[in-house]
């Protein structure tokens, strides 16, 4: 099923397309308190500009050029840690695995920014580097998210709404490519508009993705980094 054409821009759908399996959105993850406070708290780090869009690394870091994770470890922020991660622990239907059970060394946490205009190419996130399994929050802004299954050219896009997690576990995760248009405004559904969709400007998104490192922490040593 291709999705409706408009000027070439994809509909993006309210919910998750039951075509792409293991793709789920958990809506109002965060409340808008703590979606503030979360933004507060990456805009008070450092950001990385080595790519067109500003990222920071937590736990483990991924070299963009190599596409390995590096050994060191940075703490993540406290309020990552509490609203995110021990939120994720909870519900352990959420993920494959859990980021604040104890399995150090394991997590590799990347924020990135995208300003209104700026997107993400089509990609699977490298299958040699992480497990199964990766989440991401959305703050700040919404965007119409993509995904293309290689096998068959479908293609599917869905709005990921502010304080939404996004989870991608195993088709969702490895046999779709994902990716964010550097678009100014996206059409979204919207079933109460006479054309049943409307064109949402982009505002600043802030994602914070979860990822497990490959073959990592399965032997836990009791410390933890963050
Ligand atoms: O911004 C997002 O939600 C997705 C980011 C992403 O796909 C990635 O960092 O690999
Ligand atoms: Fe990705």
């Known amino acids: 099923m291709q999705p409706e054409a408009c000027h070439g821009v994809p509909l993006a759908n309210l919910e998750a397309p039951s075509a792409v399996e293991g793709l789920a959105l958990h809506p109002d993850f965060v409340s808008e308190d703590e979606e503030r406070e979360l933004l507060r708290t990456v805009d008070a780090q450092p ?29 993540l922020p406290a309020e990552i840690r509490r609203l995110i991660l021990e939120r994720v622990d909870v519900q352990p ?3 494959p695995w859990r980021p604040a059970a104890g399995r150090e ?16 190419a089509p990609h699977i996130d490298t299958h040699s580097a992480f497990e199964d399994g990766i989440a991401s929050l ?5 965007c119409a998210f ?11 896009s869905v709005w990921l709404p502010p304080r939404c997690l996004l989870v991608m576990s195993g088709a969702a995760r490895y046999e779709w490519q994902h990716s964010i248009s550097g678009r100014k405004f996206d059409r979204v559904e919207h079933r109460e508009s006479p054309a049943g ?27 933890s980094a963050w």
């Open 146 to 156: 993509r995904l293309r299954r290689g096998s068959d050219g479908a293609d599917h």
């Open 105 to 120: 060394g394991s997590l590799q946490c990347t924020v990135n920014e995208y300003p209104p205009g700026v997107g993400i």
């Open 47 to 75: 950001w990385d500009c080595t790519i067109r869009r500003r990222t920071q690394h937590y736990g483990r870091r991924f070299d963009y050029h190599n596409k390995t994770v590096g050994d060191e470890a940075t703490p």
């Open 93 to 95: 239907a959420l993920l």
């Open 197 to 223: 969709w409307e064109w949402v400007p982009r505002e600043r998104r802030i994602s914070v993705t979860l990822r497990r490192v490959l073959g990592s922490g399965t032997a836990g040593t009791g410390q």
């Open 138 to 142: 959305s703050l700040g802004g919404g």
